[in-house]
T-cell receptor, first 116, second 114 residues
Framework: EPEVTQTPSHQVTQMGQEVILRCVPISNHLYFYWYRQILGQKVEFLVSFYNNEISEKSEIFDDQFSVERPDGSNFTLKIRSTKLEDSAMYFC??????????????FGNGTRLTVT | AQKITQTQPGMFVQEKEAVTLDCTYDTSDQSYGLFWYKQPSSGEMIFLIYQGSYDEQNATEGRYSLNFQKARKSANLVISASQLGDSAMYFCAMIPRYQGQFYFGTGTSLTVIP
């Protein structure tokens, strides 16, 4: 069964550094998402992406964050100047239909980001 | 504003018994989808079951069923014949039609006791 893949599985970085989290969504999916989950807490929406542009973003997704689809398969989340509070599990997800409300999100296994 | 409420932070169930995990939602949209996800201790998010707002029958997927009561805006997950491997965090989620994001509840931690 096709799956969303994320790399790396764990990233440790120093405060103030930039990190890029990588994702390969399911190939026939058109809608891509980043969510994050601080340990043991709620799954928080960051951004959705469709047709090579951001379709929706949350208040968390400020100028520190950016997303890109550099080629036909990868979808990246860049976090500039990381802060301690950015430490979380970051999930990439994709769906076939997006705004078609019967398409489930398919999640990757996540990247655990630790900022020291 | 869209909101998902899961009022049970933790639940315990005896192996082979059934358990109901509660979820209520608040939306002004008429069209929306409801989903349940399982998150084991390993951290991945696993899609379990889907219910559309216009579906008249409750969704079922194996041991999972969704008790959908539209007028009460509730979408409870029922797990029958619980197994030890069902111990995990369970999240209810909703996507209103024509919106770009899924909204998640705070989750319920289920522990299956042998």
């Amino acid at each position: 069964e096709p799956e969303v893949t994320q790399t790396p599985s764990h990233q440790v970085t120093q405060m103030g550094q930039e990190v890029i989290l990588r994702c390969v969504p399911i190939s026939n999916h058109l809608y891509f998402y980043w969510y994050r989950q601080i340990l043991g807490q709620k799954v928080e929406f960051l951004v959705s992406f469709y047709n090579n542009e951001i379709s929706e973003k949350s208040e968390i997704f400020d100028d520190q964050f950016s997303v890109e689809r550099p080629d036909g398969s990868n979808f990246t989340l860049k976090i500039r100047s990381t802060k301690l509070e950015d430490s979380a599990m970051y999930f990439c997800a994709s769906s076939e239909g997006g705004a078609d409300y019967n398409s489930p999100l398919h999640f990757g296994n996540g990247t655990r980001l630790t900022v020291t | 504003a869209q909101k998902i409420t899961q009022t049970q932070p933790g639940m315990f169930v005896q192996e082979k018994e059934a358990v109901t995990l509660d979820c209520t939602y608040d939306t002004s949209d008429q069209s929306y989808g409801l989903f349940w996800y399982k998150q084991p201790s390993s951290g991945e998010m696993i899609f379990l079951i889907y219910q559309g707002s216009y579906d008249e029958q409750n969704a079922t997927e194996g041991r999972y069923s969704l008790n959908f009561q539209k007028a009460r805006k509730s979408a409870n997950l029922v797990i029958s014949a619980s197994q030890l491997g069902d111990s995990a965090m369970y999240f209810c989620a909703m996507i209103p039609r024509y919106q770009g994001q899924f909204y998640f509840g705070t989750g319920t931690s289920l522990t299956v006791i042998p």
